[in-house]
């Protein structure tokens, strides 16, 4: 686990997200643990929550992400009935 005061963390955030890589990144704020930078995945494995599509595109970039979906042809809908 690596340790980087605020300081070290707002000069250098390439180097925060490269040890982030290797697993959480505990900054510091006069002294002590006041943040936790870590990856994506390593967040989705550890609360156990899983990241939605819609999650995907709200982030920021979100919009950039090109997203193509398989169409269904055959997923089993009848035509509505109106009496």
């Known amino acids: ?10 000069q250098d955030t390439g180097k925060a997200k490269k040890a982030a890589q290797q697993g959480p990144v ?9 943040y936790v930078l870590m990856t994506m995945d390593d967040f989705l494995k550890r609360s156990g929550g899983t990241q939605t599509v819609g999650d995907t595109f709200a982030m920021p970039g979100g919009e950039d992400i090109e997203f193509e979906p398989e169409r269904l042809d055959d997923v089993g809908f009848r035509p509505a009935e109106f009496d």
């Open 1 to 10: 686990m690596t340790v980087m005061t605020s300081r070290e963390f707002n």
């Open 26 to 34: 505990i900054i510091t704020d006069r002294g002590k643990g006041a």
